[in-house]
T-cell receptor, first 112, second 117 residues
Framework: GESVGLHLPTLSVQEGDNSIINCAYSNSASDYFIWYKQESGKGPQFIIDIRSNMDKRQGQRVTVLLNKTVKHLSLQIAATQPGDSAVYFCAENIFGNTPLVFGKGTRLSVIA | GAVVSQHPSWVICKSGTSVKIECRSLDFQATTMFWYRQFPKQSLMLMATSNEGSKATYEQGVEKDKFLINHASLTLSTLTVTSAHPEDSSFYIC?????????????FGPGTRLTVL
């Protein structure tokens, strides 16, 4: 289930289940969105991106969905594995122009 | 390709001293570099944007005299935390964006953990 802690909300899922992490972005002018994975003590690691002219993009075990009407982004991870445990951030910008702005993040905890 | 490195990966210093963090783009030329700060259990917050050869643009609330940024070349930017205090303890992450033609993405470094005693 999902809980909201002092700073980062946490999503706990069973190994093998699918995970859905949500993000509300702030700038209606943003046209580029990225999901990052961050493990403890490391920099953000690129997972998948999507441009505003698309509403869905799939990668290996991951899918990003974009709903521009409500400014909502989601990351779906299929068959979640213990190695997926990390903090996930969405980020947005106007591609090649403004710096990436990060969302609040969600901690994914995979229960073996 | 598109690797960004940071040095040091961690540093511990005494209150009142200054600390310099380096950010390098190893295999591309970075026209723009960004510095982010991340406190525990929080998101990355943009501190400043620097373009090679010009002064950095700081975000609101970030003291430019305290966080000195130098982007002297297309592969190197430095962040100097002057007169560091315990509240400056944080994870500092740089990001680099290259020249046009496929390198408009931002690439992130591994971060530098600063602890001020």
């Amino acid at each position: 289930g999902e809980s909201v802690g002092l700073h980062l909300p946490t999503l706990s899922v069973q190994e093998g289940d699918n995970s859905i992490i949500n993000c509300a972005y702030s700038n209606s002018a943003s046209d580029y969105f990225i999901w990052y994975k961050q493990e403890s003590g490391k920099g953000p690691q690129f997972i998948i991106d999507i441009r505003s002219n698309m509403d869905k993009r799939q990668g290996q075990r991951v899918t990003v969905l974009l709903n521009k009407t409500v400014k909502h982004l989601s990351l779906q991870i299929a068959a979640t594995q213990p190695g997926d445990s990390a903090v996930y951030f969405c980020a947005e910008n106007i591609f090649g122009n403004t710096p990436l702005v990060f969302g609040k993040g969600t901690r994914l905890s995979v229960i073996a | 390709g598109a690797v960004v490195s940071q040095h040091p990966s961690w540093v511990i210093c005494k209150s009142g001293t200054s600390v310099k963090i380096e950010c390098r783009s190893l295999d591309f030329q970075a026209t723009t570099m960004f510095w982010y700060r991340q406190f525990p259990k929080q998101s990355l917050m943009l501190m400043a944007t620097s373009n090679e050869g010009s002064k950095a643009t700081y975000e609101q609330g970030v003291e430019k005299d305290k966080f000195l940024i130098n982007h002297a070349s297309l592969t190197l930017s430095t962040l100097t935390v002057t007169s560091a205090h315990p509240e400056d303890s944080s994870f500092y992450i740089c990001s680099a964006r290259g020249l046009a033609g496929g390198l408009s993405e931002q690439f992130f470094g591994p971060g530098t953990r600063l602890t001020v005693l």
